[in-house]
């Protein structure tokens, strides 16, 4: 999954993000432009997600709450078991990534 969480009251998304990256991650990161903002229907809950590139500024991430870490190059993003909520950006994501490559200078 991607590191994230709640917005607390008074938090703008992209503080948000942060606190949850140093919470999850142990890093700090500068939030970039939105990738995307899903909306996902799960049996019990819906799932508002919105998705950034961020860039870390401050340390390396480690895993702090979960099992693993991994980092991967985008093209192998799809390899990966996402929750359903997370499919549409990942298509992004890697879309982006293929783009980037791809295009002329």
Known sequence: EFPGGKIEAGESHETALQREIVEELGCRVRVGERVTAT????????????TYWCEIVDGEPRATEHAALAWLAPAELGGLDWAPADVPAVDLVVNAAVQ???SPN
């Open 39 to 50: 909306r996902h229907q799960y049996d019990a809950l819906v799932v508002n997600l919105s």
């Open 100 to 102: 980037a490559t791809t």
